[in-house]
């Protein structure tokens, strides 16, 4: 959920960098209370889908290994659901609580080996079942309020906070190194495929920025556009890139037949088999 942010938009380290495109290939999607939506890197919106409106969404990722996205909607417990980025159809999981001292969901999180966590504001870190919301296991990091989890293409893991600290995060025990704190406030976060970190920098009010910074240089932060959310006033509370997600090759048939690709090389060993016979045969002739 969003922590109380200073009034305005507050970057403390933009600089007059360039503008970020969203990698080939892979989609920028965001999440309002109500709509899910698809974001150019100017931060201009597209209406996908209605959402269940039941709670804030602040906290979506995509899994690279299945090509499924995830949200979740607070509460207590948080409602973890599926969604298709293509379409915005999504389907409820189950509830993710139960554990002592969590307190509510603020960050969503899908490794690159499709291990599903969700963190709260306090620090503390689930890894969830993706087929039953079920908490696996917890650890409970240092870093203060949590407002997302994301990881780089390299495999390195990275938080933000709502107090505008990046973090590298440490899944196993829980342990974050501040990377940069002159960001002035992350309200949601996602990396892409290419490296890019693209940020919400405030979910509190209507005319919410996208930006973007390098992983390389944190302090090189750039304003992308203003986000409209297509659905009135509602803000921008969660974002999701897709990317990396390499659907399996189509199997063949239990027909017993071979495929069409082999017949030929298959045709050829025979020929040259029957060839290679016919000559054997000849020789003990002569």
């Given at each position: ?179 940069d704190g002159t960001v002035g406030y992350f309200e949601t976060g996602v990396i892409d495929t290419a490296g ?91």
């Amino acid at each position: 959920m969003a922590a109380a942010a200073a009034a305005g938009l507050l970057i403390l380290g933009a600089s007059p960098a360039s503008a970020a495109d969203i990698p080939a290939g892979d989609g920028l999607y965001a999440f309002s209370f109500s709509t899910f939506f698809g974001l150019a890197a100017d931060g201009s919106a597209t209406a996908i889908a209605g959402l269940p409106d039941d709670g804030g969404k602040y906290g979506a990722d995509y899994d690279s290994t299945t090509g499924v996205g995830y949200f979740f909607e607070d509460g207590e417990p948080c409602r973890l659901y599926t969604i298709d980025p293509t379409t915005g159809a999504s389907a409820f999981v189950g509830t993710v609580g139960g554990v002592t001292d969590f307190n509510e969901c603020d960050a969503l999180n899908v490794a690159a080996d499709g291990t599903l966590r969700i963190a709260d504001q306090d620090g503390i870190v689930l890894t969830v079942d993706k087929a039953t919301g079920a908490v696996l296991s917890s650890v409970v990091s240092d870093i203060p309020s949590i407002s997302f989890i994301s990881q780089a293409p390299d495999g390195t893991f990275y938080a933000g906070s709502y107090d505008g600290g990046l973090y590298t995060l440490d899944v196993a025990t829980g342990a974050g190194t501040l990377v940069d704190g002159t960001v002035g406030y992350f309200e949601t976060g996602v990396i892409d495929t290419a490296g890019t970190l693209w940020f919400i920098s405030d979910g509190d009010d209507c005319g919410v920025g996208l930006w973007s910074l390098s992983l390389s240089d944190p302090t090189d932060v750039t304003f992308q556009g203003d986000v409209a959310s297509t659905d009135g006033c509602e803000s921008t509370y969660a974002i999701l890139a897709t990317g990396g997600y390499v659907p399996p090759a189509p199997q063949l048939a239990a027909t017993g037949s071979a495929p069409a690709t082999l017949v030929a090389p298959i045709a050829a060993l025979v020929l040259l088999a029957g060839v290679g016979a016919l000559a054997v045969s000849r020789r003990r002739a002569a």
